[in-house]
């Protein structure tokens, strides 16, 4: 058995799911880099095949259990960790009953056929979402962080806090495993920059998730931290880029949209109120890019 203080034997082969959406596609290319070993699941076909491909549906457990065990042909190595990204990725997609069907079944079953084949790692997408995104309701204090409660507004937002949940269950039913819940900002990829600077017309139009962004290769970052993580038990993590969309500071964007809102910590000039401090003291996790790099 492996003791808190005692590293396990490193990961090396791991199911990525959602392989081929906006997230999935650059963690597998990053996992992939760092030497892993990636298994890539998901129930559409990659755009671009080089990484071993499965494709399943998660909502069937068999399915799931099959893949991650090494029991389909071709691809017979079972896995020593999984990250679970497939999901409906938003709000209104399709409907709430459908999105809640697919994301908690997906969830279910690979945490659950990950149990059986005792599977000590699991890092997952949670979401922004359930630190009370769109703020209709303000946020109780800035930047927000892990320190409250989960405060779904959404059914896709309830599932990610019931997922959350469902992750403290499995770690008590067993001691061994380490799950990482990654509240991932909304996934950017480089292209995505351009549409950056009209952001700053009108500071109420990304006022929903209080100026935040991730670059998808930061968010693939944190999900390889995730995968070296160690230390059994669940823990979750914000996990956005270091400053805002915005060109105006994190500031006066609270002052104005969010006045009487108590500001926790002294600002950077463009300082995400997304707290990160959380990942970057526990996970290491350090972003290395920004749309200020891209613009103009
Ligand atoms: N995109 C964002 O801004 C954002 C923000 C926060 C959290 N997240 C979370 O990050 C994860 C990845 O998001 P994304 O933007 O890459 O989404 P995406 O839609 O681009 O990719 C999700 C992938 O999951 C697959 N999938 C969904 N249900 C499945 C099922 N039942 N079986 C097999 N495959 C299934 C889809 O085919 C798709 O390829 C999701 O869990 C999402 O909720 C996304």
């Known amino acids: 058995m492996t003791s808190p203080t005692q590293p396990a034997d490193p990961v090396r082969r791991v199911a990525v799911t959602g392989s081929s959406g906006k997230l999935g596609r650059t963690v597998v290319a990053h996992l992939a880099e760092r030497g892993y070993d990636v298994l890539a699941l998901d129930r559409t076909r990659p755009a671009s095949p080089g990484t071993p491909f499965v494709a399943v549906d998660l909502t069937d457990y068999g399915q799931v259990l099959e893949a991650l065990s090494g029991g ?113 900002s909304n996934v950017m990829d480089i292209e995505d920059y351009a549409a950056f600077p009209s952001f700053d017309a009108d500071a109420s139009l990304r006022k929903w998730n209080l100026w935040g962004y991730i670059d998808a290769r930061d968010g693939a970052q944190a999900v390889r931290l995730g995968l070296e993580r160690t230390v059994p038990g669940v823990e979750v993590f914000v996990i956005a880029n270091a400053d805002t969309v915005m060109s105006r500071s994190s500031a006066d964007l609270v002052a104005e949209v969010f006045p009487g809102v108590e500001v926790r910590k002294e600002l950077g000039e463009h300082e995400t109120l997304l707290g990160i401090d959380k990942a970057r003291r526990v996970l290491g996790y350090e972003p290395q890019h920004s749309w200020r790099d891209h613009a103009g």
């Open 72 to 184: 389909v042909d071709e691809h017979t190595t079972p896995v020593d960790a999984v990250v679970h990204l497939a999901a409906v990725p938003a709000p209104g997609l399709v409907t709430n009953a459908a999105t809640f069907a697919n994301n908690s079944a997906a969830t279910y079953n690979v945490f659950a056929a990950a149990r059986a084949l005792r599977i000590r790692s699991i890092v997952w997408a949670s979401s922004e979402t359930v630190l009370g995104l769109p703020f209709d309701t303000p946020p109780p204090y800035v930047p927000v962080d892990e320190e409250y409660d989960p405060r779904p507004e959404s059914t896709y937002s309830l599932n990610k806090a019931l997922e959350e949940e469902m992750a403290r269950h499995f770690c008590r039913w067993d001691p061994e495993l380490t799950m990482v819940g990654l509240r991932f």
